[in-house]
């Protein structure tokens, strides 16, 4: 990204996050969207639901010529025109065309998203057609001169009396701030425009291969109006829109509403098959088919499956980075988790670069996508493709390349860091402040210091008294638990002993290689991969424990990943994968063990931090649970519980610090509200994002680690 670009798009983080309605709102959002949804599917069976959205997507991707040449040649044979458009310069000059041939002066539009991936507006304003929106959020942001900043909810960033401010421009008198008022305003200004259009252009949300036909999905009367009064009807829709028969646009439509809004179905299903009479002579139907990028995305084996995406939204409702900054810093034309790879391909690599690094990688968008889409999976790849074309830069090449990867050396100058951290640390474990261009880091948060002797240097003097083991278990550190918290893997002996568990630390594991694979440097995760599995597989144990869920998910998912097509590694991972398994889950789910700390410690009220990848990667949230409640410790739920801390690593250091700080901060205000005296949690990444808030913030809550407080339960 060009330093210009970096410092415009930096300019609209820092607008964003000094607009705390903005945050309020979005946030509210998502708490009602939740709860809405949640209720909405309690009759249905999700998870069955987006395997058939899936399953029928894939089908028609499989087969996407064939469903194609059916979709156009019944389309066709009911009267419709179809016009099959490349790209969006062709979609936009074949409907400019159209309405010019036609002496069409005006337009009235509902909400589409492929017209505002084409910018058809513009289009058909060079053309000297005028073009009006009649959605309420889409003539909203067309007088404000705006983009959408929600695929379904265009202008759920604006609040009531900038619309006000709006409308008062357009009557020509002050409209005051009250929302049915406003409403009223929006019909008695769009009504004439119904009445006078030349053309209707819509989009759709379905095409049904099988009936040549389509079907729109409105909360708004107004798709209604735009495609039955005007003569000609345009409908600019995805070829991704395809589905094989109306069962499978049944199912869609059945789900779409309650995973957008939280409806059980929306206010108007349109179905249009075909030309119809009107009038004085038949209506025109002209469908418009745009590719645009979509062969592209089909043909790509890591992005593929977000053509599954059914335009529902909801992975912006629940993202802590949309809800933190919006849709105008969090998109481009289509915003999200799932804007990410549609502007990726639609509108270019480079425009998607500032919003790949924006991703927190946290998983919520995964949780709810009902089409079974691994978003974070296929962003994860762009960003290896963003490493490849712009490169990660000298300081993050040198770090991964020349001293990760050599893990003697990685090793060493952690040790070395150490000491030279002691002019700064004073001898203690935390540190306040930085000097000098290092301040930032220490502003909002404080930070661990590096332990003076890691876990590793510590291991053969750590006492271990196991008499018949009923199990032989590896742990995997991680780079926080080794070098940060090595107390955290002592207590992990000490409650894995008690159970009968003896553990070994294999010497020769190094970084996970998350933090190179999040920056875009697979090559070097691959390595570091191959490292560990060796590492890890020595000695042949039979379980390998983690304390960190990242960790986890990589040694679960990233290796098997990176080597299924390697024959000297894939079975190796493969095994390494079957016997991974997080600590806390590990003593419920194998050893069956959480009667064993029964009533053993003091009646501490406790909260709970869900990390993400543990509850949305591992599976792993009623585990943790169990154990504090076993123990006798009082377990009090926070607001929010699974929502993301802030941490991702190098993104609240290097990446994005600021929006970290803001999700940090939301995330600290719903411990305070729990009343709780200690936060659990799973991860040392969370636990150094959460005690360092506390500890500046000086919030007398510890942040303490599942494994920590049974250690303690046991003392």
Same mark, same amino acid.
């Given at each position: 990204?060009?330093?210009?670009?970096?410092?415009?798009?930096?300019?609209?983080? &820092?607008?964003?996050?000094?607009?705390?309605?903005?945050? !309020?709102?979005?946030?509210?959002?998502?708490?009602?969207?939740?709860?809405?949804?949640?209720?909405?599917?309690?009759?249905?069976?999700?998870?069955?639901?987006?395997?058939?959205?899936?399953?029928?997507?894939?089908?028609?991707?499989?087969?996407?010529?064939?469903?194609?040449?059916?979709?156009?040649?019944?389309?066709?044979?009911?009267?419709?025109?179809?016009?099959?458009?490349?790209?969006?310069?062709?979609?936009?000059?074949?409907?400019?065309?159209?309405?010019?041939?036609?002496?069409?002066?005006?337009?009235?539009?509902?909400?589409?998203?492929?017209?505002?991936? +084409?910018?058809?507006?513009?289009?058909?304003?060079? =053309?000297?057609?005028?073009?009006?929106?009649?959605?309420?959020?889409?003539?909203?942001?067309?007088?404000?001169?705006?983009?959408?900043?929600?695929?379904?909810?265009?202008?759920?960033?604006?609040? %009531?009396?900038?619309?006000?401010?709006?409308?008062?421009?357009?009557?020509?008198?002050?409209?005051?701030?009250?929302?049915?008022?406003?409403?009223?305003?929006?019909?008695?200004?769009?009504?004439?425009?119904?009445?006078?259009?030349?053309?209707?252009?819509?989009?759709?949300?379905?095409?049904?291969?099988?009936?040549?036909?389509?079907?729109?999905?409105? $909360?708004?009367?107004?798709?209604?109006?735009?495609?039955?009064?005007?003569?000609?009807?345009?409908?600019?829709?995805?070829?991704?829109?395809?589905?094989?028969?109306?069962?499978?646009?049944?199912?869609?439509?059945?789900? /779409?509403?309650?995973?957008?809004?939280?409806?059980?179905?929306?206010?108007?299903?349109?179905?249009?098959?075909?030309?119809?009479?009107?009038?004085?002579? !038949? %209506?025109?139907?002209?469908?418009?088919?745009?590719?645009?990028?979509?062969?592209?995305?089909?043909?790509?084996?890591?992005?593929?499956?977000?053509?599954?995406?059914?335009?529902?939204?909801?992975?912006? $409702?629940?993202?802590? @980075?949309?809800?933190?900054?919006?849709?105008?810093?969090?998109?481009?034309?289509?915003?999200?988790?799932?804007?990410?790879?549609?502007?990726?391909?639609?509108?270019?690599?480079?425009?998607?670069?500032?919003?790949?690094?924006?991703?927190?990688?946290?998983?919520?968008?995964?949780?709810?996508?009902?089409?079974?889409?691994?978003?974070?999976?296929?962003?994860?790849?762009?960003?290896?493709?963003?490493?490849?074309?712009?490169?990660?830069?000298?300081?993050?090449?040198?770090?991964?390349?020349?001293?990760?990867?050599?893990?003697?050396?990685?090793?060493?100058?952690?040790?070395?860091?150490?000491?030279?951290?002691?002019?700064?640390?004073?001898?203690?474990?935390?540190?306040?402040?930085?000097?000098?261009?290092?301040?930032?880091?220490?502003?909002?948060?404080?930070?661990?210091?590096?332990?003076?002797?890691?876990?590793?240097?510590?291991?053969?003097?750590?006492?271990?008294?196991?008499?018949?083991?009923?199990?032989?278990?590896?742990?995997?550190?991680?780079?926080?638990?080794?070098?940060?918290?090595?107390?955290?893997?002592?207590?992990?002996?000490?409650?894995?002993?008690?159970?009968? @568990?003896? @553990?070994?630390?294999?010497?020769?594991?190094?970084?996970?290689?998350?933090?190179?694979?999040?920056?875009?440097?697979?090559?070097?995760?691959? =390595?570091?991969?191959?490292?560990?599995?060796?590492?890890? /597989?020595?000695? &042949?144990?039979?379980?390998?424990?983690?304390?960190?869920?990242?960790?986890?998910?990589?040694?679960?998912?990233?290796?098997?990943?990176?080597?299924?097509?390697?024959?000297?590694?894939?079975?190796?991972?493969?095994?390494?994968?079957?016997?991974? @398994?997080?600590?806390?889950?590990?003593?419920? $789910?194998?050893?069956?063990?959480?009667?064993?700390?029964?009533?053993?410690?003091?009646?501490?009220?406790?909260?709970?931090?869900?990390?993400?990848?543990?509850?949305?990667?591992?599976?792993?949230?009623?585990?943790?649970?169990?154990?504090? +409640?076993?123990?006798?410790?009082?377990?009090?739920?926070? &607001?929010?519980?699974?929502?993301?801390?802030?941490?991702?690593?190098?993104?609240?250091?290097?990446?994005?610090? !600021?929006?970290?700080?803001?999700?940090?901060?939301?995330?600290?205000?719903?411990?305070?509200?729990?009343?709780?005296?200690?936060?659990?949690?799973?991860?040392?990444?969370?636990?150094?994002?959460?005690?360092?808030?506390?500890?500046?913030?000086?919030?007398?809550?510890?942040?303490?680690?599942?494994?920590?407080?049974?250690?303690?339960?046991?003392?």
């Amino acid at each position: 990204m060009s330093k210009v670009r970096a410092k415009e798009y930096q300019g609209r983080i &820092d607008h964003a996050l000094a607009t705390p309605k903005l945050q !309020d709102a979005l946030h509210k959002f998502g708490d009602a969207f939740l709860l809405a949804r949640e209720k909405a599917f309690s009759q249905y069976d999700f998870e069955a639901l987006r395997q058939e959205i899936a399953d029928c997507k894939d089908e028609v991707a499989a087969h996407r010529q064939q469903y194609l040449e059916q979709f156009i040649t019944n389309a066709e044979a009911a009267g419709a025109t179809v016009y099959l458009a490349k790209t969006a310069a062709d979609a936009n000059q074949y409907i400019a065309e159209l309405a010019r041939t036609k002496g069409v002066k005006l337009v009235t539009k509902s909400k589409s998203m492929a017209s505002e991936e +084409t910018h058809l507006n513009q289009a058909l304003e060079s =053309a000297g057609v005028e073009a009006l929106e009649t959605d309420l959020g889409e003539w909203i942001i067309q007088l404000a001169g705006q983009r959408p900043s929600h695929m379904v909810m265009p202008a759920i960033h604006m609040f %009531k009396e900038e619309v006000a401010e709006l409308f008062s421009k357009v009557t020509g008198a002050e409209e005051p701030a009250e929302i049915a008022h406003l409403v009223q305003v929006a019909r008695e200004q769009l009504r004439q425009g119904y009445l006078d259009a030349d053309m209707g252009i819509t989009g759709a949300n379905v095409a049904v291969a099988e009936t040549g036909g389509i079907a729109l999905v409105t $909360n708004e009367g107004n798709a209604r109006l735009v495609s039955t009064l005007p003569k000609i009807h345009v409908a600019l829709l995805g070829v991704e829109k395809i589905v094989p028969t109306l069962e499978d646009a049944a199912t869609i439509i059945r789900t /779409l509403p309650k995973n957008a809004t939280g409806q059980l179905l929306t206010s108007y299903v349109t179905w249009i098959r075909g030309a119809v009479p009107c009038g004085d002579g !038949d %209506k025109e139907l002209h469908l418009v088919l745009l590719d645009n990028g979509r062969s592209a995305l089909a043909e790509s084996p890591q992005c593929r499956d977000a053509l599954r995406c059914i335009k529902c939204g909801a992975c912006a $409702n629940v993202c802590p @980075v949309y809800q933190t900054v919006g849709g105008h810093v969090f998109g481009h034309v289509y915003i999200g988790a799932i804007g990410i790879i549609l502007t990726a391909f639609f509108h270019g690599l480079d425009k998607a670069a500032e919003i790949v690094r924006a991703c927190i990688g946290c998983r919520a968008c995964v949780t709810v996508c009902p089409s079974n889409i691994d978003l974070e999976h296929i962003i994860l790849s762009l960003r290896e493709t963003i490493g490849h074309e712009e490169g990660i830069g000298l300081g993050k090449s040198i770090v991964f390349r020349k001293v990760m990867r050599n893990r003697k050396l990685f090793h060493s100058l952690i040790r070395a860091a150490s000491l030279l951290q002691k002019p700064v640390t004073g001898g203690n474990r935390t540190i306040r402040h930085l000097p000098l261009f290092f301040s930032s880091l220490t502003e909002w948060r404080t930070l661990p210091a590096v332990a003076e002797k890691s876990l590793r240097d510590q291991w053969t003097k750590i006492p271990q008294k196991v008499e018949k083991p009923r199990y032989k278990v590896a742990l995997f550190g991680g780079c926080a638990n080794d070098f940060l918290y090595p107390e955290l893997g002592i207590d992990l002996i000490k409650v894995m002993n008690k159970l009968d @568990v003896e @553990v070994s630390y294999p010497l020769d594991q190094n970084c996970c290689g998350v933090p190179a694979l999040y920056s875009g440097d697979k090559e070097t995760a691959v =390595a570091l991969a191959e490292q560990n599995i060796a590492a890890m /597989l020595k000695d &042949d144990p039979d379980f390998v424990l983690t304390t960190c869920p990242t960790c986890t998910m990589a040694l679960q998912r990233d290796f098997v990943e990176f080597l299924k097509d390697n024959p000297v590694w894939a079975d190796k991972a493969k095994h390494l994968a079957e016997i991974t @398994v997080d600590a806390a889950g590990f003593i419920v $789910n194998q050893l069956g063990a959480a009667e064993v700390f029964k009533g053993l410690s003091a009646a501490e009220k406790v909260t709970y931090h869900d990390s993400c990848h543990l509850k949305r990667g591992a599976g792993v949230w009623k585990e943790p649970r169990e154990l504090l +409640t076993t123990s006798g410790r009082e377990l009090v739920e926070m &607001d929010h519980a699974d929502r993301c801390c802030g941490f991702g690593g190098s993104y609240s250091l290097t990446s994005h610090p !600021d929006i970290s700080k803001q999700i940090l901060g939301d995330k600290i205000k719903d411990i305070e509200k729990s009343g709780a005296s200690c936060v659990a949690m799973d991860c040392p990444g969370c636990m150094l994002q959460l005690r360092g808030g506390l500890e500046k913030q000086e919030v007398d809550v510890r942040a303490m680690h599942t494994i920590q407080l049974l250690a303690e339960s046991l003392e």
